[in-house]
């Protein structure tokens, strides 16, 4: 029951945060540094997630975070597609964890 | 384009995201039957929260004895990031009733805002968005009744493997952008920096939405964007 109620209570913070964009964005900005700043807004936000959270991905095994992105950034660009960077990461940290 | 189009292209868009968002549903499968969850609580949690990494989190903490105020202020704090992200998707369908924006804004998560962003704006509309949160909570439920049945036959090899996809799958959306456009590098480099010096300063979860909100600022100078060259 304990397990209910805390899974209910995430459900509504985090909604909460989903729906307040809905509730209070009324009209489209006609100024052009308020769109610039939503636009430039999701490469931060990426940046801001994978950067320095990455080297944590293994707290005992920092190599583990950061030779896995060093692989998904030289995958990528060379333009290769989501699915390869994404395998190939995974496939370079298996063969770290199987040596 | 018609509705079911911009759907179908919305699902087209975020299919290769199944693999960023499967190894992370399955890991969270793993921990929350490891810290004593039952298989019913671990899917519904996925079913009605559906944001990993707090889900993660929350896991984590119940292992460690934490109590349910804690675990809950720490979820909103992890999620407030949400609020950003929703003003980016939200922005470019203003024109979408409302009711239909307070279903859609549920599927708002860290990949279907960096897939629908970093498209063009063309194909910004409800219908195309509808489809790409169709495949991320699908993936999602799913991958999490997957991580619950194959708990107890994954090799620790793949399990711990896993962690790297969501960080590989961000890379791979924002490296090819920077490729295109070496200011936006000089934004990605800048965000990190402020990232690292604020997480010195405030837990991490708040540091990510600084560095975001200061690091977009920032670049609203230095930034060149390509239709603002074509129309200045």
Redesign the interface.
């Known amino acids: 029951m304990?397990?209910?109620?805390?899974?209910?209570?995430?459900?509504l913070?985090?909604?909460?945060?989903?729906?307040?964009?809905?509730?209070f964005?009324?009209?489209?900005t006609n100024r052009?540094?308020v769109e610039?700043?939503?636009?430039?807004?999701?490469?931060?936000?990426?940046?801001?997630?994978?950067?320095?959270?990455?080297l944590s991905?293994?707290k005992d095994f920092m190599a583990?975070?950061v030779v896995?992105?060093v692989?998904?950034?030289a995958?990528?660009?060379f333009?290769?597609?989501?699915?390869f960077?994404?395998?190939?990461?995974?496939?370079v940290?298996?063969l770290m964890?199987?040596m | 384009m018609r509705k079911k189009e911009q759907y179908l292209l919305g699902v087209k868009t975020a299919l290769?995201?199944i693999?960023?968002i499967l190894?992370v549903a399955v890991a969270f499968a793993v921990l929350s039957e490891h810290s004593g969850?039952?298989t019913l609580?671990t899917i519904?949690?996925s079913t009605?929260?559906?944001?990993g990494a707090?889900?993660i989190m929350?896991v984590g903490m119940?292992l460690a004895g934490a109590g349910?105020l804690p675990?809950?202020l720490a979820?909103?704090i992890l999620?407030?990031?949400?609020?950003?992200?929703?003003?980016?998707?939200?922005?470019r369908m203003?024109d979408t009733p409302?009711w239909k924006?307070?279903i859609l804004?549920?599927g708002?998560t860290?990949e279907s805002?960096?897939i629908f962003?970093?498209n063009e704006e063309t194909n910004n509309t409800p219908y195309y968005f509808a489809g790409v949160i169709s495949v991320t909570y699908s993936t999602w439920v799913l991958g999490t009744i997957a991580g619950c049945a194959a708990s107890q036959f994954l090799p620790i090899?793949?399990s711990?493997?896993?962690?790297?996809?969501l960080?590989?799958?961000?890379?791979?959306?924002?490296?090819?952008?920077?490729?295109k456009n070496i200011e936006?590098g000089v934004?990605?480099i800048l965000?990190?920096f402020?990232?690292?010096i604020f997480?010195y300063f405030v837990p991490?979860s708040w540091?990510?939405?600084f560095?975001?909100?200061v690091?977009?600022?920032l670049?609203?100078f230095f930034?060149k964007?390509a239709e603002?060259e074509e129309i200045q």
């Open positions: 304990k397990i209910f109620f805390l899974i209910i209570a995430m459900a913070v985090t909604y909460f945060g989903r729906v307040l964009p809905v509730l964005l009324g009209q489209k052009p540094s610039k700043f939503l636009r430039l807004i999701p490469y931060s936000a990426m940046t801001a997630l994978v950067f320095p959270g990455v991905v293994d583990i975070g896995g992105a692989t998904a950034l995958l990528s660009w333009n290769m597609s989501i699915t960077v994404v395998i190939g990461a995974i496939v940290n298996m964890y199987a | 290769p995201v693999l960023g190894p969850l039952t609580e519904l949690m009605l929260v559906f944001a707090s889900q929350a119940l349910i675990i809950v979820t909103f999620n407030f990031r949400h609020v950003i992200m929703g003003t980016c998707v939200m922005n203003l409302m924006r307070a804004c549920f708002v860290d805002f960096a962003t970093t090899l793949v711990r493997s896993l962690g790297i996809a960080f590989a799958m961000f890379i791979g959306l924002v490296i090819p952008n920077v490729r936006l934004l990605v965000t990190a402020l990232n690292v997480n991490s540091a990510i939405i560095a975001t909100l690091g977009a600022f670049g609203i930034v964007e603002e």
